[in-house]
């Protein structure tokens, strides 16, 4: 139905437009009694050999929501409703800010792909830190946190600083965002000695508190394997509780649709096969010494079991989503299962 029915009605409008439409009609039905308990009914899974602990956090399933999709944190209890094991916001800044200019989302019908350059727009840390205090169910939160766009990189660390000290009580686990396409020079922070820096500095500020919780680091598709060892040593440097492999690509090898030209991040099922590398990569040459959250191209339950194998712990969807509707998540879920 979502397919035949529903998306092609949703990819008749603008997709920014459209996803806050969804939002705001979403935010509507939610309200209705009786409307959650029908949507559980329908996308949720419980099993208990789908629950997975890691980082110190319990997993009610492995499928979660990537960052990008509920900047603000306008939205995660009802997207727990539709069978996500933890929803994942952000990207979160110090201060708000409006992002790059519109037009700024892409559909790349013909590629099942997205391009975004969205430039990390969000109501800043204050605003979201109070919306997340109001939480009403127990799905996992993860905070993604990235510098603001007027912040020079060498001041970088006092930005997600901020953001780690804001969200600390109100978010279950951290992911540090220096991998976005769309904030300039944003990446070189990926480098080892800025990297080493930041994520020190946060595992500092995290040992300071009468209780941690697990930071992340997500990275690139775009990294060379020696940037990727890289990634491995800093890991192992700075204690971090693992990585997200992998944020969107500037590749743009193979793609069909006629606007795949368009600048900014790409994602959805053109980055299946690198997204699946890089995991693989990290697991094996760091022999598995850290979890890793697989991300990348994921629509379909064969493409998250290929992640899985290649040693991811979790997986994430975002652009999946979008093209293959909400029912995706429990079609994982049961393939995971070995249920047809």
């Given at each position: 139905?979502?397919?035949?029915?529903?998306?092609?009605?949703?990819?008749?409008?603008?997709?920014?437009?459209?996803?806050?439409?969804?939002?705001?009609?979403?935010?509507?039905?939610?309200?209705?009694?009786?409307?959650?308990?029908?949507?559980?009914?329908?996308?949720?899974l419980t099993d208990k050999n789908l629950e997975r602990n890691l980082f110190g956090l319990h997993f009610k399933n492995p499928v979660g929501l990537a960052a990008g999709f509920d900047k603000n944190a306008g939205l995660f209890d009802e997207l727990g409703a539709f069978g996500f094991g933890f929803v994942e916001i952000g990207t979160v800044t110090p201060k708000p800010q409006s992002g790059n200019p519109k037009r700024r989302l892409f559909r790349?019908?013909?590629?099942?792909?997205?391009?975004?350059?969205?430039?990390?727009?969000?109501?800043?840390?204050?605003?979201?830190?109070?919306?997340?205090?109001?939480?009403?169910?127990?799905?996992?939160?993860?905070?993604?946190?990235?510098?603001?766009?007027?912040?020079?990189?060498?001041?970088?660390?006092?930005?997600?600083?901020?953001?780690?000290?804001?969200?600390?009580?109100?978010?279950?686990?951290?992911?540090?965002?220096?991998?976005?396409?769309?904030?300039?020079?944003?990446?070189?922070?990926?480098?080892?000695?800025?990297?080493?820096?930041?994520?020190?500095?946060?595992?500092?500020?995290?040992?300071?508190?009468?209780?941690?919780?697990?930071?992340?680091?997500?990275?690139?598709?775009?990294?060379?394997?020696?940037?990727?060892?890289?990634?491995?040593?800093?890991?192992?440097?700075?204690?971090?509780?693992?990585?997200?492999?992998?944020?969107?690509?500037?590749?743009?090898?193979?793609?069909?649709?006629?606007?795949?030209?368009?600048?900014?991040?790409?994602?959805?099922?053109?980055?299946?096969?690198?997204?699946?590398?890089?995991?693989?990569?990290?697991?094996?040459?760091?022999?598995?010494?850290?979890?890793?959250?697989?991300?990348?191209?994921?629509?379909?339950?064969?493409?998250?079991?290929?992640?899985?194998?290649?040693?991811?712990?979790?997986?994430?969807?975002?652009?999946?989503?979008?093209?293959?509707?909400?029912?995706?998540?429990?079609?994982?879920?049961?393939?995971?299962?070995?249920?047809?």
């Amino acid at each position: 139905m979502y397919k035949t029915i529903i998306r092609p009605i949703l990819f008749l409008f603008h997709p920014e437009l459209i996803h806050h439409i969804t939002f705001a009609t979403l935010k509507i039905l939610f309200k209705i009694p009786g409307f959650s308990v029908l949507i559980k009914a329908n996308f949720g899974l419980t099993d208990k050999n789908l629950e997975r602990n890691l980082f110190g956090l319990h997993f009610k399933n492995p499928v979660g929501l990537a960052a990008g999709f509920d900047k603000n944190a306008g939205l995660f209890d009802e997207l727990g409703a539709f069978g996500f094991g933890f929803v994942e916001i952000g990207t979160v800044t110090p201060k708000p800010q409006s992002g790059n200019p519109k037009r700024r989302l892409f559909r790349l019908k013909k590629d099942n792909a997205l391009i975004n350059r969205m430039g990390f727009n969000n109501d800043g840390v204050e605003v979201i830190a109070e919306r997340l205090k109001h939480r009403k169910t127990d799905v996992i939160i993860g905070g993604n946190i990235g510098k603001n766009k007027i912040t020079p990189n060498e001041k970088a660390v006092d930005d997600y600083l901020i953001c780690f000290d804001k969200l600390f009580d109100v978010v279950d686990y951290f992911v540090v965002n220096v991998s976005s396409p769309n904030t300039p020079n944003l990446r070189a922070l990926q480098d080892k000695k800025p990297l080493t820096e930041i994520l020190q500095a946060l595992q500092n500020a995290n040992n300071d508190k009468s209780k941690q919780k697990p930071i992340l680091l997500k990275i690139a598709p775009d990294l060379a394997d020696s940037q990727l060892l890289d990634i491995i040593d800093i890991v192992k440097i700075t204690k971090i509780a693992g990585l997200i492999a992998t944020n969107t690509t500037l590749s743009r090898d193979g793609l069909k649709s006629e606007n795949k030209k368009e600048t900014g991040g790409l994602s959805g099922k053109p980055l299946t096969n690198r997204a699946t590398e890089v995991i693989r990569f990290l697991a094996e040459k760091s022999d598995k010494a850290f979890p890793i959250i697989g991300v990348g191209g994921i629509h379909s339950p064969e493409d998250a079991q290929d992640k899985i194998e290649a040693g991811a712990d979790l997986v994430q969807l975002y652009t999946g989503f979008i093209y293959e509707g909400p029912s995706l998540v429990k079609r994982i879920n049961k393939s995971l299962l070995g249920i047809k």
